[in-house]
């Protein structure tokens, strides 16, 4: 076979795989569009906020999604109003401060809970199991009570005391380290580490994708509270941004499109967050260690 | 380097005891092996010495020290796991280095450590690698490198080698033994596995249901087995026990008298043990004789099971002329190496 009829044979070939279909599976065309429109549900608001966020009040109510007459007057007016950036930076100590806070203590109690035996385990275990019995709407009262008797109230610390350690967070932490094989923590009990250095340096790094699988929640839940934050404070320079952001409606009328705006800057953080730590959550090192 | 001695040493989980007044003399440099089936208490006793389980009662002494009360990084051992326990998240330099995170020694010459022990594991060029990137005879050799790294006055190691394919186990047991040869450090090394037992130890400690069975070299327990158990743990295949009885200054057994020299009471039952590389397919006349029901090929020899009277016995014939499965068959036995226990199961010396 001479070369020409090489490449002839070869280019017939490539003609024949690219026109190959292979045959369509309903159930795979059932299960794409399923997707597809759960999809199209979670995304449409935010499109929609995105979209309103840079409409004119006029345009608020036309369900068209690219609006006639595009602005970014709404951020210049957002970012220029000095309350909003005040209001962010709240928000943003307040989600970190209580996230770091919250991480730290369900896991050190996790722990306890997990790899030691003591008296009233079980029952300790319980107790903070059970709070998550309670609506958050129940415990409002009391929060706010102790926060006027303790004079907290208009304070981050007033904000951010009731989430600094969850009962959930515990519950998490403490399944997960049941992965982690008492065989390392006696290892560096031998090596010479004291409890908290083999809780620190040792079982930690090995929870990592429920560290920040938590730190997610966490830092989402914070970021987005609305209830208690509305409730504990007053002063407009302490407002959390979801309690800012409803300054923007006032008796008259509601300024959507800075609500719109608003809310579309309070997403990036929570876009950040996601992006820094959903790499470790699908990474699973617990086991790498343990035999092949 | 130390001694290592447990005295009356007790182990109880609430009213259960699971170790009963275990007493050992290790000496000073010496590879001491603890073998026992599945709970027996080999790992709890290793455990008690490493200081991870408390001491019911008794004592342990690390040199001339009781080190009862003492937490495990006071006393100066180092352990080896069974699932190597090294930590993922950390290079093959910080898992050897770990040990030395307490260690008051500058920071060059733990780096120097570092490189020697890697040297001796010849692990050097993996040193920057992670756990996940080695294989799992390499990934035992960082555990070791670890427990290494201290220069521990004893090494405890709780079956190491049993996550390891049958070759890599083998070529591990040699790497341990002569790493030993390298260091002297007194090494405890627990296992399931006899032939582990036998082809690293210096002394063996057979254990069964909390107590010691029989305390000796590898040949002492396969050649002089205190009692029935330790007889059939120790070599493989197991030693065949045949029920006998002395009477009239002869052994009876299998059906046949045989001349003995023994000085036991008339009508006194016995156990007769006999390995079956006593145990020979014979061309000629035999102790026994029977059927061949399994034949199991190794090579050079044949394992023969031989139905004789209802009772199945292991013997063995050539790799190359084997006998034929259902054929009849005789079998030779050395009398001299036969063992004899009483009802009880004790060896009668």
Sequence with gaps: MSDTQIKASADALMRQRSTYKPPRDPVQIIRWTLLAMGAIVMVMPIVYMLSASIKYPHEMFDLNIIPREPTFENYIYVLADGRFIQWFINSLIIATVTTISAVFF??????????????????????????LMIP??????????????????????????PGLMTAFGTFLMKQFFETVPDDFLEAARIDGLNEFQIWWSVAMPLVTPALSALAIFIFLGNWTAFI???????????YTLPVGLTTFSVEQSVQWELIMTGAALATIPTLMVFLL?????????????LKG | ??????????????????????????????????????????STTLRMIAGLEEVTSGEILIGDRVVNHLEPKARNIAMVFQNYAIYPHLSVRKNIGFGLRTSKMAKADKEKRIEEVAAILSMTEYLDRKPAQLSGGQRQRVAIGRAMVRDPSVFLFDEPLSNLDAQLRTQMRLEIKKLH???GTTIVFVTHDQVEAMTMADRIVIMKDGHIQQIGTPAEVFHKPANTFVAQFIGAPSMNMLDARWQGGALHLAGQALPAKLSLPDDTALTVGIRPDDLLVSPGPGVFSGTVSVLEPLGTQTLVYVDIGG??????????????????????????NMHLFDSTGKAIA
Excluded at chain 1, 228 to 238: K, M, Q, R
Excluded at chain 2, 5 to 10: D, M
Aim: with cysteine.
């Design chain 1, 106 to 131: 369900d896991a050190l109690v996790g722990y306890t809970l997990c790899k030691f035996r003591f008296r009233g385990r079980y029952f300790i275990f319980i107790a903070i199991l059970s709070t």
């Design chain 2, 181 to 183: 040869q390298r260091v």
């Design chain 2, 311 to 336: 009772r199945e016995v292991i013997a063995q014939a050539s790799g190359r002329t084997p006998p034929q499965l259902g054929a009849h068959v005789t079998l030779a036995a050395d009398l001299d």
């Design chain 2, 1 to 42: 380097m130390a001694t290592l001695t447990l005295r009356n040493l007790v182990k109880a989980y609430g009213k259960t005891e699971v170790l009963h007044s275990i007493n050992l003399d290790i000496a000073n440099g010496e590879f001491v092996v603890f073998v026992g089936p599945s709970g027996c208490g080999k």
């Design chain 1, 228 to 238: 208690w934050p509305l409730i504990v404070t007053t002063d407009s320079a302490l």
């Design chain 1, 277 to 289: 730590f959903q790499r470790y959550i699908i990474r699973g090192v617990a086991m790498a260690g």
């Design chain 1, 136 to 161: 958050t709407e129940m415990l409002i009262l009391p929060w706010y009570m102790m926060s006027l008797h303790f004079g907290w109230l208009n304070s981050y610390w007033g904000i951010m005391f």
